[in-house]
């Protein structure tokens, strides 16, 4: 009886010990994945990267440091000593796009229907942008490294406008205006 308690006992605690394990490994992933725009240190240009994170939430116990998964730099400075990842170490969420994105949108309006951006779904119904041409955008079709660029050049939009303004521009012939009329009763 006691040696069938104690390898109960045994089983659950390895059980909790892994799963406890899990956890670390799971939140650590999280934490370091994503898209980041970092300044190169070898031009001062932008560069959208991607910290290796299944690799380092793997080795986490040995400490082995940060590296990177890509670089939009590669393949012509792939051997560079990725300096970069100072700059992830020092501000680990200040660089994530995603963050960026989300500190952008806040206290902002839909430039076309005035509805203000709440918290914002990246799973579902992202925010687009109005380029100065006045053409809408989804995030996808931005290039991370000229994230400052379009920062400061577009403006936000609803995810309802931009998909009634891509289709307004892809099929204008069926789209008809109609003037709005007050109902009077």
Not at 82 to 92: A, G, V
Not at 148 to 176: E, G, K, M, S
Request: proline share 6%.
């Amino acid at each position: 009886m006691i040696s069938t308690m104690f390898w109960i006992t045994s089983v659950v605690v390895v059980l909790a010990a892994l799963a406890l394990l899990a956890v670390s490994l799971a939140r650590q992933y999280l934490k370091l994945r994503g898209p980041r725009v970092v300044t190169c240190p070898a031009d001062n240009s932008q560069a959208a990267v991607e910290v290796d994170a299944l690799h380092v939430a793997l080795a986490s116990f040995d400490s082995p440091g940060l590296r990177l998964k890509s670089c939009t730099h590669w393949p012509e400075r792939e051997q560079c000593g990725q300096d970069c990842l100072r700059e992830i170490e020092t501000s680990p969420d200040g660089c994530l796009v995603r963050e960026k994105l989300a500190n952008w949108y806040v206290n902002k309006t839909c430039i076309l229907c005035g509805k203000p951006f709440g918290e914002i779904d990246w799973m579902q119904h992202k925010p687009g942008l109005m380029a100065p041409d006045h053409s809408t955008k989804e995030w996808s079709q931005i290039r991370y490294e000229d994230l400052h660029l379009i920062l400061d050049t577009h403006l936000p939009v609803c995810w309802n406008c931009h998909i009634a303004t891509t289709f307004r521009r892809q099929y204008p012939d069926l789209v008809t205006d109609r003037p709005w009329k007050k109902l009077s009763h």
